[in-house]
């Protein structure tokens, strides 16, 4: 399931001409007891969570959503009591009439309530609909385009205490508990209106703009909590902890807590990566670290600097192999050792996420090969680094090996994942999907597909990427017409 230094410069020059022409006073930070006190706009919070070549963007999202979260959890690890205040600004050049919410919970076996909402501190009443996933906000009046809204709410959360359902995102099992999704997310609004739909269980359930996050985690004390983010203040009172993240730009936030994490480190260029995992697993935990370590030096040089400070790996009980976050992977506990034949290749696809869905974000349930197939294409690339040509032979094997579980029929790629059936999005998303590019890749020539990639990659930083905006870019570097491998690869 889930870009150079160049672009990054560049947008140091276009920050320092903004400032130039449009000087603005430098809002005070926030007291250092109180993160939440942090004015909406002020970014200086988020900065040590980015390579230093990153941060430029900071100054780039000033519509982004900036939420302001609080996590209570309960002893039992299956309830969860929460608040939330979220800064919502209208991005579009429509006004909007309503803002949406969706509760993923209410589709992942948990419960998540939200018994009120206060829009600018006047409250309102909530309308629920979707199976309670889709929470709709009615506004008194329509918010113009560039105008924000401040909206507040407290929920609570039941944890399901079972991984069946979407491969157990959402879950307390085998003492970790899995925090995805576990707050109200605003949904993504473009050219359709609001995106909103019951996601199926074999595919990511978000589509996710970019936003900003400071969350506050009362848990137990003898927990090890990893979230997305950076910690910027913990403090402990009797059996509990109480400990603060910021985290942005990212698509989400997500927090993982268990008693029995065993923590390793090692450095990937400015990144430190950490793997999180109980000591029975601790020489396979080595071998996944070194294994992410190269593939963020890899992809960092193939696509863009990878922009975030820390990138944090956790082992959980997940029946999907890895599941990406950003900066943060989940990996099933179950392939975690060193004779694993799952391992590498897992590690490489979740960490080709981090560029592929979240730097460069897509819509996961309309067009999923956007994140998926170009993972797996990145993964096709790792190996073929690592090990030469033996490692390419080997990985596109397994690609084509997965297409040809429905007989390598040549469904088109970019569908919905709701479009799929069976065999059909594992073998043609994740396989066929994957072979695509390295058919682009020779079609275009190694050094101008490579050029693209970059190119892609730059463009659609921190934004959503689509079908067309890359085939646009692919046909500049080329000077050719990309319209016939795309008909007979891509397009339903």
């Not at 490489?348 to 294409?377: R, T």
């Not at 084509?400 to 479009?419: F, L």
Request: proline share 7%.
């Amino acid at each position: 399931m889930k870009r150079i230094a160049a672009f990054f410069i560049l947008l140091g020059f276009v920050q320092l001409a903004c400032n130039a022409l449009f000087p603005t006073a430098t809002p005070a930070p926030a007291p250092a007891d109180d993160p939440f006190a942090t004015p909406w706009d002020a970014r200086e919070i988020y900065e040590e969570g980015l390579v230093p070549s990153s941060r430029a963007v900071l100054a780039e999202l000033p519509d982004a959503s900036v939420y302001h979260l609080q996590f209570e959890l309960e002893s039992d690890m299956l309830h969860l009591n929460g608040s939330e205040e979220v800064r919502y600004t209208n991005a579009e050049d429509v006004p909007l009439e309503q803002v949406r919410f969706r509760l993923f919970p209410n589709l992942l076996g948990g419960e998540m309530h939200v018994p009120e909402v206060r829009v600018d501190g006047k409250p309102i009443v909530p309308n629920y609909s979707m199976n309670d996933s889709l929470l709709t906000v009615p506004l008194a009046a329509p918010l113009e385009p560039g105008q924000s809204v401040t909206l507040a709410m407290d929920f609570t959360l039941t944890v399901p205490d079972t991984v069946e359902l979407n491969y157990g995102v959402l879950a307390y099992a085998e003492g970790v508990l899995a925090l995805a999704h576990a707050y109200p997310m605003i949904a993504v609004y473009n050219e359709e209106g609001w995106n909103a739909e019951v996601p199926p269980q074999s595919g990511d359930v978000t589509f996710a703009d970019m936003s900003f996050f400071i969350v506050k985690v009362t848990a137990p004390k003898d927990l090890t909590l990893v979230a997305v983010g950076r910690e910027i203040a913990r403090t402990e009172s009797g059996s509990t902890q109480t400990v603060t993240y910021a985290a942005g730009p990212v698509r989400d936030f997500y927090l993982a807590a268990s008693d029995d994490y065993e923590l390793i480190t090692k450095q990937a260029g400015e990144t430190t990566v950490r793997f999180y995992a109980p000591r029975s697993v601790q020489s396979g935990a080595r071998f996944g670290l070194d294994s992410a370590v190269l593939s963020v030096e890899d992809f960092s040089q193939r696509y863009a600097v990878f922009p975030y400070s820390e990138l944090d790996f956790v082992s959980t009980p997940t029946l999907a192999l890895g599941i990406e976050y950003p900066a943060m992977i989940a990996i099933t506990d179950r392939i975690i050792s060193p004779d694993s034949q799952n391992l590498e290749g897992v590690v490489a696809h979740e960490v080709a996420h981090q560029w592929f869905y979240n730097l460069v974000g897509n819509d996961q349930l309309d067009h999923p090969w956007l994140d998926e197939s170009l993972a797996q294409f990145a993964t096709l690339q790792y190996f073929s680094d690592q090990y030469g040509k033996a490692g390419y032979n080997g990985f596109r094997q397994s690609l084509e090996q997965r297409w040809q579980r429905v007989g390598s029929v040549p469904i088109p790629i970019d569908q919905p994942v709701a479009s799929f059936t069976g065999q059909e999005y594992g073998a043609i998303v994740y396989g066929r999907g994957g072979l695509f590019f390295d058919e682009l890749r020779v079609q275009m020539g190694a050094a101008v597909f490579d050029a693209f990639m970059r190119d892609y990659t730059a463009a659609f930083a921190w934004d959503i990427a689509t079908t067309e905006g890359m085939k646009s870019i692919a046909e500049k570097h080329c000077d050719c017409d990309l319209t016939p491998i795309f008909q007979e690869w891509i397009y339903p």
